[in-house]
């Protein structure tokens, strides 16, 4: 018998990973704190006003740190918390099941 949707526990986490630039964001942050301006320019077609929407789920969701500095211009960087890089066994393997399927469909054409 399969499990109802609201009971698997697999729709939990995609959920808070879903969302056209979360996992490349959360990717980038895995190599390293990254300032708001910065994503812009590593991740071409991604607004300023997407980019704010999807880091603020991912700090509601206790996978991104913002810490802002008081400068002028204030600067904002952004990090996965501890609970964020828990994330990245999956995000990995993830990716290397993409790349598998790509694999497999280029044979397969």
């Excluded at 952004?78 to 280029?106: C, F, I, R």
């Amino acid at each position: 018998m399969r499990p109802a949707e609201s009971d698997y526990a697999a729709n939990v986490t995609l959920g808070i990973i879903e969302g056209k630039w979360k996992l490349l964001l959360l990717c980038h942050m895995h190599n390293g704190t990254k300032r708001f301006c910065e994503f812009t320019s590593l991740i071409p077609g991604l607004t300023q006003k997407v980019l704010t929407y999807q880091l603020r789920e991912l700090e509601a969701n206790g996978l991104v740190e913002r810490k802002i500095y008081p400068e002028i211009p204030p600067r904002v960087e952004y990090s996965l918390t501890a609970y964020g890089e828990s994330l990245v066994p999956l995000l990995d393997l993830m990716n290397q099941w993409g790349q598998d399927h790509q694999k497999l469909k280029a044979a397969l054409e």
